[in-house]
C-alpha cells in the first residue's frame, strides 16, 4: 500500500527508529510500512498518524491523479 | 486480536502476524505429514515414539528455520557497525557458554577419565555450539540485508 508515512516523517525531521519507538513497535515495521510492504493496522495507522500529527487521509489515502 | 497464544508472541505487530503464519504453517504440514505416516504405517512398522518424535522435529525445524530465513530476529541492525556489535555479541555468548557448560559439566555431573569421555563431552558441546552459532549468524545476516534494504 502506497502511503505518505516517509515523507512526513523526514519532513518531521524524524528517524525511524524515533517514530517506532513513539508508536511502539520495531524499526523494521517502520520500514516496510513505508516502503508498502506490509500493511498496518488500524490501530497503528492512528498511532502513526497521531505521532506524525497528521490525519490517515494525509498519510494512507491513495489519491489518483486526474 | 486475543487469543491464549500471545504470551508465546512477540509485542510488535509484524512480528506477530508473522510468527501466527508460521506457526499455522507448520501446524497444517504437521497435519498432512501425520496422514502421511498414518498411511506409511500401514506398510511398514513404524515405532509410535518415532513417529512423536519425528513429528515434535519437523514441526520445530519447519518454524525455526521460517523464523531464522525471515530476517525478524534483529529488527534494530541496519547499519555496518551495529551489525559488527551484534556479532562480536553472538560470538561472547556461544564462547561464554562452552566454558560454563564445560566447568558445570566437569565439576557437578563428572570428570571424564578417559579420552573417549572427553571426545564425547567436547563433540557435543561442539555439535550444540555450531548449531547455536550458525543459527543465529544465518538469521543476523538475513536481519541485516533486510533492514538495510528497509532503510534506503
Sequence with gaps: MKNNVKITRI?????QEQLARK????????????????NPTLLLCISI??????????LFWEVEDE | MKTWISFLLPDDE???????????????????????????????????????????????????ARYILSG??????????????ELKL??????????????LYVVFVEFPSTWGGWFELLGMLFTVTLLW?????ISLKRSYKKNKDLMS
Design chain 2, 90 to 103: 553472538l560470538i561472547t555468548k556461544t564462547t561464554s557458554f562452552v566454558i560454563i557448560f564445560t566447568l
Design chain 1, 49 to 58: 498518524a497521531k505521532a506524525l500529527d497528521k490525519t490517515l487521509d494525509e
Design chain 2, 133 to 137: 552459532f550458525m543459527t543465529s549468524f
Design chain 2, 14 to 64: 509484524y512480528k506477530e502476524k508473522k510468527m501466527l503464519h508460521f506457526l499455522a504453517e507448520g501446524g497444517f504440514l504437521l497435519f498432512l505429514f501425520l496422514i502421511g505416516m498414518t498411511i506409511l504405517n500401514q506398510f511398514y512398522n513404524i515405532g509410535s515414539t518415532t513417529t512423536l518424535l519425528l513429528s515434535i522435529l519437523f514441526f520445530i525445524v519447519y518454524v525455526g
Design chain 1, 23 to 38: 508508536v511502539g513497535v520495531t524499526r523494521q515495521t517502520i520500514g516496510l510500512i513505508e516502503k508498502g510492504e506490509y
Design chain 2, 72 to 85: 525478524i530476529e534483529y529488527t534494530d541492525v541496519a547499519t555496518d557497525k551495529a551489525y559488527k556489535r
Design chain 1, 11 to 15: 519532513k518531521r525531521s524524524m528517524t
